[in-house]
Nanobody
Framework: VQLQASGGGLVQAGGSLRLSCEASGSIASINSMRWYRQAPGKQRELVAGIHSGGSTNYADSVKGRFTISRNDAMNTVLLQMNSLKAEDTAVYYC???????????WGQGTQVTVSS
């Protein structure tokens, strides 16, 4: 599986951005798709995830502001980010959790910068 993330950028606080992650390869082997982020000097943290069955989970810090979704083919996952805050500034990574092995496949990061 290969992952290609896009959609980052610079936005003012209170604004919105939408990140996209396109997966290619053995899509049927994907158990869940996730978005992580890593701010300077901080550990990478899970932002949101969506299981192949459709269930979703979010970090407490983004609940009610971010929405993760996917197409039926599970080859495109979106992260809609609304009401952005300066503390959302980070490099965002999409990742795939693989069935059976639970190996995490990482895409390249995309920078999100929120100016206050």
């Amino acid at each position: 599986v290969q992952l290609q993330a896009s959609g980052g950028g610079l936005v003012q606080a209170g604004g919105s951005l939408r990140l996209s992650c396109e997966a290619s390869g053995s899509i049927a082997s994907i158990n869940s798709m996730r978005w992580y982020r890593q701010a300077p000097g901080k550990q990478r943290e899970l932002v949101a995830g969506i299981h192949s069955g459709g269930s979703t989970n979010y970090a407490d810090s983004v609940k009610g502001r971010f929405t993760i979704s996917r197409n039926d083919a599970m080859n495109t996952v979106l992260l809609q980010m609304n009401s952005l805050k300066a503390e959302d500034t980070a490099v965002y990574y999409c990742a795939a959790d693989m069935k059976i092995t639970h190996t995490i496949i990482w895409g390249q990061g995309t920078q999100v910068t929120v100016s206050s």
